[in-house]
Nanobody, 122 residues
Framework: QLAESGGGLVQDGESLSLSCEAS????????VGWFRQAPGKERELVAA????????YYADAAKGRFTISRDDAKNTVYLRMNNLKPEDTGLYYC?????????????????WGKGTQVTVSA
């Protein structure tokens, strides 16, 4: 089970940190990604981190503003979001896939969290 926390309402330019904690299983062997779903839009990968190398991936819109990290001892993955914009608004899901590749395809995800809402006001 994956549980997200840290969402909320912020203003344009502010920051938020999200956490994703796995319970009942280890995240070893799992790449973990943060997906965002805005109203009326498809779920899209925002950032991901591999389990073995801790290599990271960022969508173009997230580059330079978001930082993903993981603490395997705590079974937790984090997403630090700086300089938030109204277009970052959406439901943010944590997702884990047992792979050495970027978990970009929602259909390939093994485990999903329930999501945490991020709202950025102009």
């Amino acid at each position: 089970q994956l549980a997200e926390s840290g969402g909320g309402l912020v203003q344009d330019g502010e920051s938020l940190s999200l956490s994703c904690e796995a319970s009942g299983r280890t995240l070893t062997f799992y790449a973990v990604g943060w997906f965002r779903q805005a109203p009326g839009k498809e779920r899209e990968l925002v950032a991901a981190i591999m389990w073995n190398t801790h290599a990271t991936y960022y969508a173009d819109a997230a580059k330079g503003r978001f930082t993903i990290s993981r603490d395997d001892a705590k079974n937790t993955v984090y997403l630090r979001m700086n300089n938030l914009k109204p277009e970052d608004t959406g439901l943010y899901y944590c997702a884990a896939e047992k792979t050495n590749q970027i978990p970009a395809d929602p259909d390939g995800i093994d485990y999903w969290g329930k999501g945490t809402q991020v709202t950025v006001s102009a």
